[in-house]
């Protein structure tokens, strides 16, 4: 069996039904021995209160739960006294993010960038949380030049991070050069790919186009050639994704990070191709 750390990503449900969905499927995944299930925080903390109830429900369970958290358009004393609700709750793992301003609001708040958020959780709280943070093989959209951007990853590791998540990908040497070009400006820090598995190919462009991630040419040509044939589709995805995880695990990739959109199948799937399960 392959030994390789996974983790599984969801996102707050916002129905009754979406919340009972969601616990069938953390209870699939659950299966597969993630070292923990992290959960999404909205848009200037749009989901704050759903974000924590789901993530109280998953560490009463007994799994590992690691909220995100945003610092854009929030307040020290608001990140505090949420910093507070999840110590108490037992949480020991947080992924600190920057995060997006809700449209329509111009107040970016009292943190500017991540490592601001980064530093102040490790003032306010010591040791007491892991924090992830976010990594971008393809560079963030927003980012001057690929050279600001891992600046900013630099600042990001040094205020106190003790891992880095990246942005899902599709082109393995993206990875491998990020890696290379963190480790050149000496830093150590464990780098774990994110896998978004692919059910469909035109919510995958629509996503991929809003975040700058990229989707190969030959990967493209070849989803579109196939139609509405979701069976297809799925079957492309599945091999292409897979492929992707055993070339990161042979490269020495300290685990795998899914986006599993609140489903099951398709992370099961590859974690059992991947003799992951």
């Given at each position: 069996?392959?030994?390789?750390?996974?983790s599984?990503?969801?996102?707050?449900?916002?129905?009754?039904?979406?919340?009972?969905?969601?616990?069938?499927?953390?209870?699939?995944?659950?299966?597969?021995?993630?070292?923990?299930?992290?959960?999404?925080?909205?848009?200037?903390?749009?989901?704050?209160?759903?974000?924590?109830?789901?993530?109280?429900?998953?560490?009463?369970?007994?799994?590992?739960?690691?909220?995100?958290?945003?610092?854009?358009?929030s307040?020290?004393?608001?990140?505090?006294?949420?910093?507070q609700?999840?110590?108490?709750?037992?949480?020991?793992?947080?992924?600190?993010l920057?995060?997006?301003?809700?449209?329509g609001?111009?107040?970016?708040?009292?943190?500017?960038?991540?490592?601001?958020?980064?530093?102040?959780?490790?003032?306010?709280?010591?040791?007491?949380?892991?924090?992830?943070?976010?990594?971008?093989?393809?560079?963030?959209?927003q980012?001057?030049?690929?050279?600001?951007?891992?600046?900013?990853?630099?600042?990001?590791?040094?205020?106190?991070?003790?891992?880095?998540?990246?942005?899902?990908?599709?082109?393995?040497?993206?990875?491998?050069?990020?890696?290379?070009?963190?480790?050149?400006?000496?830093?150590?820090?464990?780098?774990?790919?994110?896998?978004?598995?692919?059910?469909?190919?035109?919510?995958l462009?629509?996503?991929?186009?809003?975040?700058?991630?990229?989707?190969?040419?030959?990967?493209r040509?070849?989803?579109?050639?196939?139609?509405?044939?979701?069976?297809?589709?799925?079957?492309?995805?599945?091999?292409?994704?897979?492929?992707?995880?055993?070339?990161?695990?042979?490269?020495?990739?300290?685990?795998?990070?899914?986006?599993?959109?609140?489903?099951?199948?398709?992370?099961?799937?590859?974690?059992?191709?991947?003799?992951?399960?």
């Amino acid at each position: 069996m392959n030994h390789t750390e996974i983790s599984i990503e969801f996102f707050p449900p916002t129905t009754a039904e979406g919340a009972e969905k969601l616990r069938t499927t953390r209870d699939r995944l659950a299966a597969l021995k993630p070292a923990f299930f992290s959960v999404t925080y909205g848009a200037g903390g749009s989901t704050r209160e759903r974000t924590f109830a789901t993530v109280k429900e998953i560490a009463a369970a007994g799994f590992e739960a690691a909220p995100h958290l945003s610092c854009v358009g929030s307040t020290r004393d608001s990140i505090r006294e949420i910093l507070q609700e999840y110590a108490e709750a037992g949480i020991r793992r947080i992924v600190a993010l920057r995060g997006d301003l809700p449209s329509g609001v111009g107040d970016a708040g009292e943190f500017r960038y991540a490592n601001e958020l980064v530093e102040f959780i490790r003032a306010e709280t010591g040791d007491r949380f892991s924090i992830e943070v976010a990594a971008y093989p393809e560079w963030h959209p927003q980012a001057r030049s690929p050279k600001d951007d891992l600046l900013a990853f630099k600042r990001k590791a040094e205020a106190g991070a003790n891992s880095a998540i990246t942005q899902y990908f599709y082109n393995f040497d993206a990875y491998l050069h990020f890696v290379d070009e963190v480790r050149k400006m000496g830093l150590d820090l464990p780098i774990v790919p994110g896998i978004m598995p692919i059910g469909s190919f035109s919510k995958l462009a629509r996503f991929s186009d809003a975040c700058g991630a990229e989707i190969p040419r030959w990967m493209r040509r070849k989803f579109e050639a196939f139609g509405d044939d979701s069976d297809s589709i799925r079957a492309f995805g599945l091999d292409v994704v897979t492929e992707l995880c055993s070339k990161l695990i042979a490269a020495g990739a300290p685990g795998l990070h899914f986006y599993s959109m609140n489903q099951a199948a398709l992370t099961t799937e590859i974690c059992k191709r991947l003799d992951l399960a």
